[in-house]
């Protein structure tokens, strides 16, 4: 088998697998991957517009309105007017959300802390390093 071919299946087959877990009784914390991503985003960049959030994930509007719509119904995000169209709204974490968000990504470090304890620092930080590379790599 190629190099090539090989990173293609064990991506395939990774992405697979994680997409299983996260839907199964095996999933790290209560936040789906949606919901914790946005989460995540707002948390790190800010408050933010829904398109942009839709540009930041690749998604259609439609389909972050909704996501959006179950975060602030459940009181995880609020909306507040744009000061620069106050017209628009903007997007921001609440304390409510902020908890959740961090509940879940205290648990989700554990995981990874557990599933990499054999790994060396250095294979850690390598892979880090390259796993970012291609992230980076699919939406340049």
Do not use: H
Not at 58 to 68: A, E, G, N, P
Not at 69 to 77: K, V
Not at 106 to 120: D, F, G, V
């Amino acid at each position: 088998m190629d190099i090539i071919e090989n990173i293609e299946y064990e991506l395939t087959t990774f992405i697979r697998r994680a997409v299983s877990m996260d839907s199964s009784d095996k999933r790290i914390g209560s936040l789906e991957r949606a919901p914790y991503l946005l989460l995540r985003q707002l948390e790190e960049y800010g408050p933010a517009r829904i398109r942009t959030l839709a540009d930041e994930f690749k998604l259609d509007i439609s389909t972050l309105s909704r996501q959006t719509a179950l975060l602030e119904s459940r009181g995880w995000i609020e909306r507040t007017p744009d000061p620069d169209d106050r017209r628009a709204s903007l997007l921001q974490i609440s304390p409510a959300g902020r908890d959740m968000l961090f509940s879940d990504q205290r648990k989700r470090i554990r995981r990874y802390q557990e599933m990499l304890a054999e790994w060396t620092p250095e294979e850690r930080e390598v892979f880090a390093r390259l796993l970012s590379r291609l992230s980076g790599s699919l939406f340049p």
